[in-house]
């Protein structure tokens, strides 16, 4: 499975933006996603994870009520929709795949990243 994440950009406090995450391979639905975020200096962490089938989802609570993570896996594409951005928000966004849980070791395959930056 290879992933390639894309969405991320510059915007202000407040706004919103819609990160995808697209894969190739046949098995990709079979796996959970799984956001990660890395900002400078910082240690990479847990922002969500959706089920194969979409029907679950789990947040980090610092974006519980702000962010929205779905999937369509006729497309092979799953979705982060970030809305009420903050500046702390700002990071290095990843997905991979692998198992339903907020620990990174827990996934098998992981996309190159994508900036997102939220300014104040």
């Known amino acids: 499975v290879q992933l390639q994440a894309s969405g991320g950009g510059l915007v202000q406090a407040g706004g919103s933006l819609r990160l995808s995450c697209a894969a190739s391979?046949?098995?990709?639905?079979?796996?959970?996603t799984g956001w990660f975020r890395q900002a400078p200096g910082k240690e990479r962490e847990f922002v969500a994870v959706i089920s194969w089938s979409g029907g679950n989802t789990y947040y980090a609570d610092s974006v519980k009520g702000r962010f929205t993570s779905s999937r369509d896996n006729a497309k092979n594409t799953v979705y982060l929709q970030m809305n009420s951005l903050k500046p702390e928000d700002t990071a290095v966004y990843y997905c991979?795949?692998?198992?339903?849980?907020?620990?990174?070791?827990?996934?098998?395959?992981w996309g190159q990243g994508t900036q997102v930056t939220v300014s104040s």
């Open positions: 991979a795949a692998g198992a339903f849980h907020s620990d990174s070791a827990m996934y098998d395959y």
């Open positions: 391979g046949r098995t990709f639905s079979k796996y959970a």
